[in-house]
């Protein structure tokens, strides 16, 4: 379980295809506080660490990615060099600072439109037409792994406006426009919108 607030930008530092695909994240967590068996979630997909270690002064893990995951996510857009979003799991007594994140991704938006609007910038995404229902305004989606509001609804699109803090800090002040992005939709509103459909039978 995650809460979408972003603690490192990782980078890939190898990739290697095993049965599955296997990924080094370089990261400042330090190696030693990584369990074998801990999830991070890395642009919002929870991944299971499966070595970690110390090298030249960089801490790294090790995680296996499914083909699955490969197809579901934008994980096989993922380049040596490229930046990250990383999240470690949450634990008890932990600040719930963003909204409840699975890291279990349910789709792939895109990036459609972006203007800055003083220090911020305004990003309108595209989601897939059978997530779009669960999206609303002023309601929680996960990006890349970051929780973040809805400002705006239209149709299949939704704008979000992103202050400069988490663009520093995340690698939203990396986006392009035509960019995949990795969609969490809010536990919350399925929850809401099945029992809607199901008071509608």
């Not at 609007?117 to 779009?132: C, K, Y």
Request: hydrophobic share 40%; charged share 20%; aromatic share 6%.
């Amino acid at each position: 379980m995650f809460t979408g607030i972003i603690t490192d930008v990782g980078k890939v530092a190898a990739l290697e295809q095993r049965g599955d695909l296997r990924a080094r994240i370089a990261t400042v967590y330090d190696s030693t506080s990584i369990d074998i068996g801990a999830s991070i979630a890395c642009n919002g997909v929870c991944l299971t660490v499966v070595d970690c270690g110390l090298d030249e002064n960089q801490n790294w893990f090790d995680v296996d990615i499914s083909a699955e995951s490969v197809s579901k996510t934008n994980i096989g857009a993922w380049e040596i060099g490229a930046s990250v979003n990383l999240e470690r799991a949450l634990c008890l007594g932990d600040e719930l600072g963003g909204h409840i994140v699975s890291g279990h991704v349910d789709g792939v938006a895109r990036v459609v439109a972006m203007q800055d609007e003083g220090d911020s910038t305004r990003i309108t995404f595209e989601a897939p037409e059978d997530l779009a229902k669960f999206i609303a305004p002023k309601g929680s989606v996960a990006l890349n792994g970051t929780s973040l509001t809805v400002n705006e609804v239209d149709g299949a699109r939704f704008g979000i406006n992103f202050i400069s803090h988490t663009k520093d800090n995340t690698i939203w002040g990396r986006v392009a426009i035509g960019d995949r992005i990795n969609l969490e939709i809010d536990t919350l509103a399925r929850y809401v919108a099945r029992l809607a459909e199901m008071q509608g039978n």
